[in-house]
T-cell receptor, first 113, second 114 residues
Framework: GEDVEQSLFLSVREGDSSVINCTYT??????LYWYKQEPGAGLQLLTY?????DMKQDQRLTVLLNKKDKHLSLRIADTQTGDSAIYFC?????????????FGTGTRLLVSP | DAGVIQSPRHEVTEMGQEVTLRCKPI?????LFWYRQTMMRGLELLIY????????DSGMPEDRFSAKMPNASFSTLKIQPSEPRDSAVYFC????????????FGDGTRLSIL
């Protein structure tokens, strides 16, 4: 079935690194995404990784993909208070020729000064 | 570029009333998605369209919910009659057709049914 799992909470101190983990189920997923949701706003695309890659770096963000274990992680270096938000991972699913995203439950990141 | 535009941003109405939520996708995008977000159930996909045609409405909770996309630049999600348990944030998202293009979300409509 379609199921994307994430831990619910993560608390870090400003300046530390944050690592948010995600497991997904569909081995045929070609793209995996990370979205950020700030209070009162919609989901904002942060980054994504193609399934034939195992790592992607984008400024302070590093995405690691372990296809064998169906495990995805997002590392935020030098975490700032402005990074406090809910982070969603999502896998793309092709269903009868059409694409949709299956989202995880979201991880609430709290960054303390 | 204008993003996905949703209206209204907030809606408060009484139980039993009809509610209509509106969405304008990003120009040129072929997919449009409606989601509902609650604390209890997280983010749920309600329905999605491709080229204005509904593809999968299996997430629509019940017959009180309906969605339309009369043209490429406009979609509505209607609840009639509304109930307190429909209170949630409703998001619209759109994406381009080619490949696994990411979805772009609107800022949502916060709906409260009293």
């Amino acid at each position: 079935g379609e199921d994307v799992e994430q831990s619910l909470f993560l608390s870090v101190r400003e300046g530390d690194s944050s690592v948010i983990n995600c497991t997904y189920t569909d081995s045929s997923s070609t793209y995996l995404y990370w979205y950020k949701q700030e209070p009162g706003a919609g989901l904002q695309l942060l980054t994504y990784i193609f399934s034939n890659m195992d790592m992607k770096q984008d400024q302070r963000l590093t995405v690691l993909l372990n296809k064998k274990d169906k495990h995805l992680s997002l590392r935020i270096a030098d975490t700032q208070t402005g990074d406090s938000a809910i982070y969603f991972c999502a896998e793309s699913i092709w269903n009868t020729g059409f694409q949709k995203l299956v989202f995880g439950t979201g991880t609430r990141l709290l960054v303390s000064p | 570029d204008a993003g996905v535009i949703q209206s209204p941003r907030h809606e408060v109405t009484e139980m039993g009333q009809e509610v209509t939520l509106r969405c304008k996708p990003i120009s040129g995008h072929d997919y449009l998605f409606w989601y509902r977000q609650t604390m209890m159930r997280g983010l749920e996909l309600l329905i999605y369209f491709n080229n204005n045609v509904p593809i999968d409405d299996s997430g629509m909770p019940e017959d009180r919910f309906s969605a339309k996309m009369p043209n490429a630049s406009f979609s509505t999600l209607k609840i009639q009659p509304s109930e307190p348990r429909d209170s949630a944030v409703y998001f619209c998202a759109s994406s381009a057709r080619r490949g696994n293009q990411p979805q772009h979300f609107g800022d949502g409509t916060r709906l409260s049914i009293l």
